[in-house]
């Protein structure tokens, strides 16, 4: 499975921006989807993760009424709209292939490159 980032770019607090993630190398409604952010020097988190079922999406706190993750079956592809950005959304953005386990809880199997985002004025 490969998977490749775009849509990373310097946009002023308030602005949006929609990443996009395109997967190939496998089965791509098979897998669940989802974006991870990492900021300069600190882990990376989960921001938002979907199924190839219709159960509803998972945002992290930080980003909830401001984020949207979806997903093109047709075109795999997986995308994320990011609106109402400020300067702690600045960070690498990863898109990442895997499961959701038994506790439902999102499972990475595969990584993209990342892409950055810069929230800045």
């Known amino acids: 499975v490969q998977l490749v980032e775009s849509g990373g770019a310097l946009v002023q607090p308030g602005g949006s921006l929609r990443l996009s993630c395109a997967f190939s190398?496998?089965?791509?409604?098979?897998?669940?989807m989802a974006w991870y952010r990492q900021a300069p020097g600190k882990q990376r988190d989960l921001v938002a993760s979907m199924s190839m079922s219709y159960r509803p999406a998972y945002y992290a706190d930080s980003v909830k009424g401001r984020f949207t993750i979806s997903r093109d079956n047709a075109k795999k592809e997986v995308y994320l709209q990011m609106n109402n950005l400020n300067a702690e959304d600045t960070a690498v953005y990863y898109c990442?292939?895997?499961?959701?386990?038994?506790?439902?809880?999102?499972?990475?199997?595969?990584w993209g490159q990342g892409t950055p985002v810069t929230v800045s004025s």
């Open positions: 190398g496998g089965d791509f409604i098979t897998y669940g």
């Open positions: 990442a292939a895997g499961i959701f386990n038994t506790q439902n809880l999102f499972e990475s199997y595969h």
